[in-house]
């Protein structure tokens, strides 16, 4: 049972650089969101997708591109990485999939990001 | 917007003793879903418990429950009979039931220390 699968679990990064951060579940879920932890700050959400072909803001979108590249994928870019873009970044996805909706999010083990 | 709060940055408890932690939330919906997730060292997020708002009775799982109070927007998690293994960030979160692929809000988080 893969459940959410995200990818790399670190990085190192220079400022201006950019990356990706995939993500993939195998749970049929339609929503898939992508959320920042910082110390103190809790988790903050960046980007989710409600559907296929759908993505919309959340609280932090700033320096942030994504793309629904079908059911089971959500990326994330950073096209220019700068340093307050340091943090552990999570990818989780919710929906009725093969069992009863009950809106818990499932997530994958996290991506820990450092932009020097 | 909805916010939820955290307001106890961090607790300590002895082993066995139970603890409460508070979460209080700001909507303007009537309907939603409440959550309580754990996240051990490990840094993987678990799910706790989960609330309907449209439902009276507080959930139980075990040894946690829930204290929900609809009109003073509070949301409180019991532990009982605290394990070591209790030990771990809890996170209240917010979700309207209106959509249900809408976005979930997060607190701050409360980082609780079982000491044996």
């Known amino acids: 049972n893969a459940g959410v699968t995200q990818t790399p679990k670190f990085q190192v990064l220079k400022t201006g650089q950019s990356m990706t951060l995939q993500c993939a579940q195998d749970?049929?879920?339609?929503?898939m969101y992508w959320y920042r932890q910082d110390p103190g700050m809790g988790l903050r959400l960046i980007y989710y997708?409600?559907?296929?072909?759908?993505?919309d803001k959340g609280e932090v979108p700033n320096g942030y591109n994504v793309s629904r590249l079908n059911k089971r994928e959500f990326s994330l870019r950073l096209e220019s990485a700068a340093p307050s873009q340091t943090s552990v970044y999570f990818c989780?996805?919710?929906?009725?999939?093969?069992?009863?909706?009950?809106?818990?999010?499932?997530f994958g083990e996290g991506s820990r990001l450092t932009v020097l | 917007a909805q916010t939820v709060t955290q307001s106890q940055p961090e607790m300590s408890v002895q082993e066995a003793e139970t603890v409460t932690l508070s979460c209080t939330y700001d909507?303007?919906?009537?309907?939603?879903?409440l959550f309580w997730y754990k996240q051990p060292p490990s840094r993987q997020m678990i799910l706790v418990i989960r609330?309907?708002?449209?439902?009276?009775q507080n959930a139980t799982e075990n040894r946690f429950s829930v204290n929900f109070q609809k009109a003073a927007k509070s949301f409180s998690l019991k532990i009982s009979d605290s394990q070591l293994g209790d030990t771990a960030m809890y996170f209240c979160?917010?979700?309207?039931?209106?959509?249900?692929?809408?976005?979930?809000?997060f607190g701050k988080g409360t980082r609780l220390h079982i000491l044996p």
């Open positions: 989780a996805s919710s929906g009725r999939g093969r069992r009863r909706w009950t809106g818990e999010l499932f």
């Open positions: 749970m049929n879920h339609n929503s």
């Open positions: 997708s409600a559907s296929e072909g759908t993505t």
């Open positions: 909507t303007s919906e009537n309907n939603y879903y």
């Open positions: 609330q309907e708002a449209y439902k009276q």
């Open positions: 979160a917010f979700m309207k039931l209106l959509n249900r692929d809408d976005k979930i809000i």
